[in-house]
């Protein structure tokens, strides 16, 4: 059904390039930056565990590796 709808004339101004069509969409690079604990390797998002005006050595990591473990 989808070949039978395909048809040049109508894709003709349909960008070619994957820059051009994200650019078009309004689609951008979504990246996120974590800190990993050297300690237990949990993943923080930094803007979480380093609010403004808090100093870097202010952390204390809160992972528990078994929660429900009595």
Not at 8 to 30: A, E, H, P, V, W
Request: a neutral charge; glycine letters at 6%; one cysteine or more.
């Amino acid at each position: 059904m989808v070949l039978l709808d395909i048809d040049d004339i109508r894709f003709k101004d349909f960008s070619t390039s994957s820059y051009m069509l994200r650019k078009l969409l309004g689609i951008g690079k979504q990246t996120n930056t974590y800190a990993v604990c050297s300690d237990c390797n949990a993943l923080y998002k930094i803007s979480e565990i380093l609010p403004s005006g808090q100093s870097k050595d202010g952390f204390k990591c809160i992972h528990v590796e078994f929660p429900n473990h009595p």
